[in-house]
């Protein structure tokens, strides 16, 4: 069950890492959304099956897409073509140093935590009667925010794809 564990953090930590050092922003804002799975699918190990689908239809299927949208829509230079400073020595120095801290206190914090077993008679629900109790009152709700979505998007791309109207005495 550990070994699962250790893929699993492996997975997500090295994609999140991935993402945060990567250039292009259309690889990162994949390896974002892989990055969302390895969530989903630690709460999957962790037993908790609709955290997991809902990370996974939420973050996955809905927050990544507009994400990549955002991206692509308001891009002004080509992927290739965008020009970063490299870090000086001491911001490095001074970004290791403060995550190697960060790194200590939540290994400190893990090793002195004392674990308890969980209660005996833990309330049970399943994936079923969450969504149903969900989609039951909600269900409308749900659907206009969707569609009111959806027209914000296919907006979006109507008014990024227009080219703008150019001045003739502008031009050099």
Same mark, same amino acid.
């Given at each position: 069950?550990?070994?699962?564990?250790?893929i699993i953090a492996l997975v997500?930590?090295? +994609?999140?890492?991935?993402?945060? $050092?990567?250039?292009?922003?259309?690889?990162?804002?994949? $390896?974002?959304?892989?990055?969302?799975?390895?969530?989903?699918?630690? =709460?999957?190990?962790?037993?908790?099956?609709?955290?997991?689908?809902? !990370?996974?239809?939420? =973050? /996955? &299927?809905?927050?990544?897409?507009? @994400?990549?949208?955002? /991206?692509?829509?308001?891009?002004?230079?080509?992927?290739?073509?965008? !020009?970063?400073?490299?870090?000086?020595?001491?911001?490095?120095?001074?970004?290791?140093?403060? &995550?190697?801290?960060?790194?200590? @206190?939540?290994?400190?914090? /893990? @090793?002195?935590?004392?674990?308890?077993?969980?209660?005996? !008679?833990?309330?049970?629900?399943?994936?079923? !009667?969450?969504?149903?109790?969900?989609? &039951?009152? =909600? &269900?409308?709700?749900?659907?206009?925010?969707?569609? $009111?979505?959806? /027209?914000?998007l296919l907006g979006?791309?109507?008014?990024?794809? +227009?080219?703008?109207?150019?001045?003739?005495?502008?031009?050099?």
């Open positions: 069950m550990t070994v699962v564990l250790a997500l930590l090295g +994609s999140a890492a991935a993402a945060m $050092l990567s250039r292009n922003l259309v690889h990162s804002a994949l $390896l974002l959304a892989v990055s969302w799975l390895g969530t989903a699918a630690f =709460y999957l190990w962790a037993g908790a099956d609709f955290a997991a689908f809902a !990370q996974v239809i939420v =973050y /996955v &299927g809905a927050v990544s897409m507009v @994400v990549l949208f955002a /991206v692509l829509l308001t891009r002004q230079n080509p992927v290739g073509d965008v !020009q970063v400073e490299p870090a000086s020595r001491v911001r490095l120095t001074a970004a290791l140093s403060v &995550g190697a801290c960060v790194a200590a @206190v939540l290994f400190a914090a /893990v @090793v002195s935590s004392d674990f308890r077993p969980a209660p005996a !008679q833990a309330p049970t629900a399943t994936v079923k !009667q969450i969504g149903l109790e969900l989609m &039951g009152p =909600y &269900g409308a709700a749900l659907l206009i925010v969707g569609v $009111l979505l959806t /027209v914000a979006a791309i109507v008014l990024a794809a +227009s080219e703008p109207k150019r001045n003739p005495e502008d031009a050099p």
